[in-house]
């Protein structure tokens, strides 16, 4: 892919339709559609982090870029300054690529792209432009999980390693937290694409690095085991050993839904106990648990512009 992949995608942007919600809005000329961008890269954060499972952020850390904008609508978002668009700095596709550079030049494990569902044409073009500039590290694709495969498909070849969420498998709860009654049908496609693209996870018996393949992850919500259970039958049924599975349990309440009658707490031991206990239960050995106080702030990084 060389500089005119972007060109040739720019047309996509005309009439946008890179994911589910198909807004068909035109983000050259500045329109916005669901995920509230223009085709104007827009990022909030550049660093190294080193809270995401142990394969992915190493030693070093994951060489995090957190896109602004998003196309979910979950009500308990914890990143609601970014994906609301209410934070970041424009930036151009070749400065994107640099920020790849400068990433790997600081010591991270890879190129780990956070909300990227918005940008994948931009995207793809700069990982081209920072392959041809000496980037060797693997590229790690950060997503919800609301995904076409056909998008998708633009990203064979360019990413290593996939990390989406699978957050529910009710279409009623997905419609309630979510605003998109149809996330488990595109999950499902989604996550047999990027399986397509990678095969079975492959980990470095050195390092305990992952050098590709699937991380699934799952956040376990508060009210709402049998649904986990459900997520977790899919995953392992469909899937086996050759994914890794990650159960989280850091589900922050945020002020946005304090009075919520589930949503407005946290998750419980027992209930989180009760996800994993299933997991065990049906043959799940290739995953991460949490363990201890995960569902806190801190966890959350400052959206401070550093890096960009």
Request: hydrophobic share 35%.
């Amino acid at each position: 892919m060389g500089s005119g992949y972007w060109g040739l995608n720019r047309a996509m942007l005309t009439d946008c339709t890179l994911c589910p919600r198909e807004c068909h809005v035109n983000r050259m000329e500045g329109k916005r559609g669901y995920c509230k961008e223009t085709a104007t890269l827009t990022v909030a954060r550049a660093a190294l982090h080193m809270w995401e499972e142990t394969c992915i952020s190493g030693e070093s850390g994951s060489g995090t870029v957190f896109f602004c904008g998003c196309n979910m609508g979950c009500i308990f978002c914890q990143n609601h300054n970014i994906s609301g668009a209410k934070a970041g700095k424009e930036i151009t596709v070749d400065r994107l690529a640099q920020i790849f550079l400068e990433l790997q030049e600081q010591g991270a494990c890879n190129i780990n792209l956070v909300t990227p569902t918005h940008y994948v044409p931009q995207i793809a073009e700069a990982l081209c432009l920072s392959r041809k500039r000496g980037l060797a590290l693997p590229v790690v694709y950060n997503t919800s999980g609301y995904e076409k495969a056909e998008t998708l498909r633009m990203l064979r070849g360019s990413v290593d390693i996939y990390l989406p969420d699978f957050k529910y498998m009710d279409e009623k709860l997905a419609k309630e937290c979510s605003d998109a009654p149809d996330y488990p049908a595109y999950a499902k496609q989604a996550l047999a694409e990027m399986y397509r693209q990678t095969g079975g996870f492959k980990i470095d018996g050195q390092t305990g690095m992952m050098r590709s393949g699937v991380i699934v992850r799952h956040l376990v919500l508060p009210g709402h085991v049998k649904d986990s259970r459900e997520v977790i039958r899919y995953l392992y049924e469909t899937y086996k050993d050759q994914i890794l599975i990650s159960i989280m349990n850091q589900y922050t309440p945020m002020p946005r839904v304090s009075g919520h009658p589930l949503l407005g707490r946290k998750v419980t031991r027992r209930e989180y106990e009760k996800v994993v206990d299933y997991a065990l239960e049906i043959g799940v050995e290739c995953g991460y648990i949490q363990e201890g106080e995960a569902a806190l702030e801190s966890y959350i990084p400052e959206f401070d512009g550093m890096g960009v």
